[in-house]
């Protein structure tokens, strides 16, 4: 079996070692042979991930058998973005290996439990969501100011009198040190 890898981190503070480590130690141990490893560092509500889509390419043109990959989150955290992710390597008959959850989707079993996984993953998206939700709503509510800062009235004046005294947007902008988008608003 041809095997590639998927491994995925959030940030640069993190990295995808482990999880390759790991999933190597698996492919060994069934006697896969690993084409290829993808590794991103991105968010996993990203719908566009740049290893992500050489891995579904490869898929694609089915240079692999088999997706390895950590765990569910790793693909994706929106159910809809993981079932259509599953069945474009599944029309191309390539199965999935998510090594937390023990899932092989070369067994009916095995597919029922990668959707129920990715029902827990969207929950737990939309939970934190809903906890951001609530802690800006609980700022405002303390008078906090939410958003980008506003320019000051002097500073609008002075960007207003540079503008009139024909200066470009761009040149009032290195000269101001606002961005061209703020300067173009108030001039």
């Not at 999880?19 to 590794?39: C, D, H, N, P, S």
Request: proline residues 3%; hydrophobic residues 40%.
């Amino acid at each position: 079996m041809r095997v590639a890898i998927y491994a995925r981190v959030s940030t640069d503070e993190q990295t995808t070692e482990n999880q390759v480590f790991e999933l190597e130690k698996v492919a060994k141990r069934m006697g896969w042979t690993i084409t290829e490893v993808y590794a991103d560092t991105i968010s996993g509500a990203k719908a566009k991930r740049p290893e992500l889509d050489k891995l579904l390419k490869s898929a694609m043109r089915k240079e692999i058998d088999v997706v390895m990959a950590w765990s569910v989150d790793r693909l994706g955290r929106s159910l809809q973005h993981l079932i259509t992710l599953l069945s474009d390597i599944q029309s191309k008959n390539v199965d999935l290996y998510l090594h937390q959850q023990g899932i092989d989707t070369t067994t009916p079993s095995g597919k029922m439990m990668f959707q129920m996984c990715g029902v827990f993953a969207e929950f737990e998206r939309s939970m934190i969501q809903e906890r951001v939700k609530a802690g800006l709503a609980r700022a405002k509510a303390q008078g906090k100011k939410l958003g980008r800062p506003t320019v000051p009235p002097i500073t609008v004046r002075k960007i207003q009198n540079l503008r009139a005294s024909g200066l470009s947007i761009r040149a009032i902008s290195r000269k101001t040190g606002i961005s061209v988008g703020k300067v173009h608003a108030v001039a």
